[in-house]
């Protein structure tokens, strides 16, 4: 039984490496680049792509930058988002107002009969508006940090947990449940099988042996082979998992979405009325 116990626990410590952290640069149109930064001048931003580490060195300007992501979760600000706030216009300058000069006895016109006067038509009480749907946090557009993605790793040792509960990763998680839970039972079946398949035995000379029930080893030999490989195919999983998944961009108003329209009822000219609808885009 002892050298499966081994055999195991050499394997799984192996396998168990450090999740690799990557720069993240986010441009001014949303995009995000995984990298390497090497140097970061006035102008320009010099990096080295983070899948391709020994390629060529790339130069961006530093313009078209907004921020720097480091592995270790700190950020670098290169250029802060505009203010985008409207300025009120300055007063327009005031005109000297020329009054007309006063007509003469004869100049002077007969006065005009005034209209009978119109009553205005009750304005309709505007409709009440839709309310607006909350925008996303700006957490929702962060990356996920080292951290997030070393609890990912750790926690999936039971399959899918790491990447349900802190990922949300619904498909990684299904992956997870299904080759290492499969792997997991198999890989213990398979060591219960050969655990009974090793007994001691003791000759009329007091000697004792250790022996192997060849039947019991035939049964637990290949179902402890198959669990183990499922297991270690898991791990590998786990690895990529955790360092390429990223965290899915907020969704977007759509035109089905009711929290997006607004619609009010306006008085208009002549006493109809008028409806206005409004549709609110996120992005």
Known sequence: MKPFYIVTFIFLMAGIGFVAAQDIIILKDGNMIEAKVTEISRTEIRYKRFNHLDGPTIVIPAADVLSVKYANGEYEVINAAPNTAARPAPPAAARPVTEPPAATPREAAPPAEEPPAVTPPEAAPPAAELPAAAPPADSDYMDFTAGQRWGTFLFNVIPGIGSFAIMQDKVGGFIHMTVGGVGLV?????????????????????????????????????????????????????????????????????????AAWNIAVLPGKDGIEQVSLSYTLRF
């Open 186 to 258: 198999l890989f213990l079946v398979g060591l219960d099988v050969l655990n009974k398949a090793w007994y001691s035995y003791t000759d009329s000379m007091g000697h004792s042996y250790e022996k192997i029930n060849d039947t019991e080893f035939e049964k637990g030999a290949p179902l402890y082979v198959i669990g183990l490989g499922l297991l270690g195919i898991d791990l590998i999983f786990n690895i990529v998992r955790s360092v390429r998944y990223h965290k899915p961009r907020p969704e977007t108003a759509s035109l089905i979405d009711p």
